[in-house]
């Protein structure tokens, strides 16, 4: 037996939908890639291997290397030229970035195992190294331009004092723009089982904070540098090559304009991906997961080579510079290595060297 009530209930529910004239789609529903979040870019285990490897070979080089240089220049008799102690200080840069490498090969293969206090000071010595090279590069190529092109000038100018005032300087200024690496830390992400070391930015200011840092590592660490390095260099060698002894004192520049191109070799390829970057970043430039993981590969594969350029000096050195060849031959003189009629050969086949100021 039915209830009455119930019936027509029903009955006045129906007609509803009558009236609205309701109709329904069954249609399957289908996903659009467009909107889908790309998938995590990931190392193959050979890739990490290797990359592993040519983190620790580079920290071989550098560290020896470095420390070469270091000596030879240093533990000169005579007062060191401001280019000279530029290049000193150009070595314990690279020293300072060799020294963050074996951290950063383990990252590489097992994840950071070192805890949040060492992703924080790693960072920061990183940091700390990339602005001091660059910088300390810039000062070299101000002072070949004062002491080339305006010599009057830089007779008058108390040189000796102003260079150990211009080395802290740029000390604190590479403190200071490496500060940000405080903000990095040990954490998983969320699709892997391994930690990472990286700065998190807070998400509702992720943005800003990101763009704001980039805009300060490419304009002060790449972009204004480079825009003062080579006017100087180029006024510098057009110069040389209307002097008398010019072609001399060209050819005893070649280690100095070498060191230059080594970093921009060595740096512009990561710049230009850090750009790549920031402009999906900021939607300035359409892509799809495709563009992204490009991009993915090119700023990993990019800041390997970026990396590369703290063992790059001390080969240039040896390789180029004459003068660093002659010292370093005294050096090893002095302590037994070499016999002396090697190192009088040696030194009166680099006399043509002595024309410039510096170790190079």
């Not at 010595?125 to 092109?149: H, P």
């Not at 100095?256 to 900021?282: G, K, N, Q, S």
Request: aromatic share 12%.
């Amino acid at each position: 037996m039915t209830d009455p009530n119930t019936s027509s209930f029903f009955g006045d529910f129906s007609s509803i939908y009558d009236e609205l004239n309701l109709t329904y789609n069954y249609t399957e529903f289908f996903l659009d890639p467009a909107t889908q979040p790309c998938n995590t870019y990931s190392l193959p285990n050979a890739v990490t291997l290797a990359v592993c490897v040519f983190y620790v070979s580079i920290f071989l080089l550098a560290i020896p290397g470095n420390l070469v240089v270091g000596l030879v220049i240093g533990l000169g008799k005579q007062a060191l030229t401001p280019s000279d102690l530029y290049l000193l200080h150009l070595a314990l840069a690279d020293l300072l970035l060799a020294v963050t490498l074996p951290f950063w090969a383990t990252s590489v293969t097992q994840g950071w195992v070192f805890g949040d206090a060492m992703c924080k000071m790693v960072t920061v010595l990183q940091e700390l190294s990339f602005y001091s090279s660059i910088l300390f590069l810039t000062c070299i190529s101000v002072d070949r331009y004062m002491v080339i092109v305006r010599a009057m000038e830089a007779r008058r100018a108390n040189r000796q004092v102003l260079s150990w005032a211009v080395c802290a300087g740029v000390w604190l200024v590479g403190g200071l723009l490496s500060l940000p690496g405080f903000y990095s830390s040990s954490f998983t992400p969320g699709n892997s089982t391994n930690v990472e070391c990286g700065v998190r930015y807070d998400p509702q200011s992720a943005d800003e904070w990101r763009l704001a840092t980039r805009i300060l590592r490419h304009a002060l660490g790449f972009v204004i540098p480079l825009a003062i390095m080579l006017p100087c260099y180029g006024v510098t060698i057009r110069r040389l090559l209307h002097v008398r002894g010019g072609f001399q004192r060209q050819r005893a520049m070649r280690v100095i304009v070498c060191v230059v191109a080594a970093f921009l070799l060595c740096w512009t390829p990561y710049h230009l991906a850090v750009m790549a970057d920031t402009f999906f970043r900021l939607k300035v430039v359409d892509y799809g997961c495709l563009e992204r993981t490009a991009v993915d590969q090119a700023m990993f594969a990019t800041q390997s080579l970026g990396l590369l350029h703290s063992c790059v000096n001390p080969v240039l050195y040896a390789f180029v510079g004459e003068k660093f060849r002659r010292k370093l031959l005294q050096k090893m003189r002095k302590m037994g290595i070499m016999d002396r009629a090697s190192v009088s050969r040696t030194s009166r086949s680099s006399v043509s060297s002595e024309i410039t100021s510096t170790v190079m």
